[in-house]
């Protein structure tokens, strides 16, 4: 029996209803593709058969960058290149973000959400027709948890969210900037979270009885602004 969504031929000669060695690998692939109207590792890996029997695997890679934004600055990384670049983030400097994304032939960059320093820079990379992923800090630190990375600084965090942005294996659309209040939001509420876990760790190292009632105090008004 074929297998599902298992296409009759590749290139000029039909291989049979079931997969060999190397295109079962493909199946188990856990490449990110985005979007596609076949079966996922189509657009990722192609078999290609010659005459002789032999088979020559051909991969289609997207170039993925991450940007680490603050206020003043944005750094960023390619995934699996010491390639690196800071530029002002200011709108300026935008266009130097784009030629240097475009001659390293970046098709996908990732940016992790921060209190909306990234928006401006967003908006441009996706008017250049960028695929861009926007990452809650949350799911950053899942993934540096998964990778078992604890250093931090900008540019390996840059490194960072590059890595993350090459491991998305699903590529949703651009939101409608309507949603971009709730967006914000989010964002807020997932900072305020971040800000309660710090308090929380500081209260529990205190042994002061008035810096434990301030700390206190502060969580508490926190945790209300969280529920807003």
Request: aromatic letters at 4%.
């Amino acid at each position: 029996m074929a297998q599902p969504g298992w296409p009759p031929e590749l290139g000029r000669r039909s291989i049979g209803s079931m997969p060999t060695e190397a295109l079962r690998a493909a199946f188990c692939s856990k490449i990110a593709v985005g979007t596609s109207s076949g079966p996922a590792w189509l657009n990722e890996l192609q078999v290609r058969i010659h005459k002789g029997g032999s088979r020559k695997m051909a991969k289609r890679i997207t170039i993925c960058a991450g940007i680490d934004t603050g206020k003043r600055k944005l750094d960023v990384a390619l995934n699996g290149s010491s390639e690196q670049l800071q530029v002002e983030n200011k709108a300026e400097d935008h266009q130097a973000l784009v030629e240097w994304l475009k001659r390293h032939k970046v098709k996908r960059i990732g940016i992790e959400a921060s209190g909306g320093y990234e928006q401006a820079v967003v908006a441009e990379l996706r008017r250049k027709r960028f695929v861009v992923v926007v990452f809650q800090p949350a799911q950053v630190r899942a993934y540096a948890g998964f990778l078992l990375r604890r250093a931090k600084n900008d540019k390996i965090d840059a490194a960072l969210i590059a890595a993350c942005t090459a491991a998305v294996q699903k590529i949703h659309p651009a939101p409608d900037p309507r949603l971009q209040p709730l967006a914000e939001h989010l964002t807020m509420i997932d900072q305020i979270t971040e800000d309660i876990a710090r308090l929380k760790n500081r209260l529990e190292s205190c042994r002061n009885v008035q810096a434990q009632q301030l700390w206190k105090e502060d969580i508490a008004r926190l945790a209300k602004r969280e529920r807003v």
